[in-house]
């Protein structure tokens, strides 16, 4: 299974993904984890996202056909990224369950966004005006929703195995 995450930064996705990826023993696939390893190598390009998006694709492919559950974690903000981690999970073989988390309370979000750090060497971290200026379109697969600012974590977590039991 193919288990794709996405939302605005500061949402609670990478959070979220970690701890359902030890619950269930998934793989992580992160993209700010390979965009920044790509921005980090000698041949860094000027744009990462695309670079970032392609390679998470090839390694959630190969894992997926290992018979390794995968998460995908990234902003996932326009259709055209939806559609490709769709077709990732039918090339495949695998369903794939597509998971939208949101932080429905501005001030929270704010809160979150102004007072993390980042956890990967040298990555530069969105400002609350990047997140609001985000070009980010409205989702029009089925999904589910998930709020972080109204569940707590293990609360999400359990949502999405219920999800995955019901596929």
Excluded: F
């Excluded at 980090?40 to 694709?57: D, T």
């Amino acid at each position: 299974m193919l288990i794709i995450l996405g939302g605005l930064p500061g949402s609670g996705k990478t959070t979220l993904a970690r701890a359902l990826a030890r619950r269930i023993g998934a793989v992580h696939l992160r993209i700010d984890s390979i965009e920044q390893a790509i921005l980090g190598s000698s041949l860094a390009p000027v744009s990462v996202e695309e670079a970032g998006y392609l390679v998470g694709y090839a390694l959630a492919g190969d894992n997926l056909r290992l018979g390794h559950r995968v998460i995908a974690d990234s902003v996932n903000p326009l259709p055209v990224t939806r559609e490709a981690w769709r077709g990732v999970a039918r090339r495949a073989g695998v369903v794939a369950l597509e998971v939208e988390i949101i932080c429905s309370d501005p001030t929270e979000h704010r809160r979150r966004i102004e007072s993390r750090t980042a956890d990967i060497s040298g990555q530069r971290l969105p400002t609350w005006q990047d997140v609001l200026s985000r070009d980010y379109h409205p989702w029009q697969s089925t999904r589910l929703v998930l709020d972080t600012a109204q569940d707590r974590l293990e609360a999400c977590v359990d949502k999405i195995i219920a999800a995955m039991a019901a596929i």
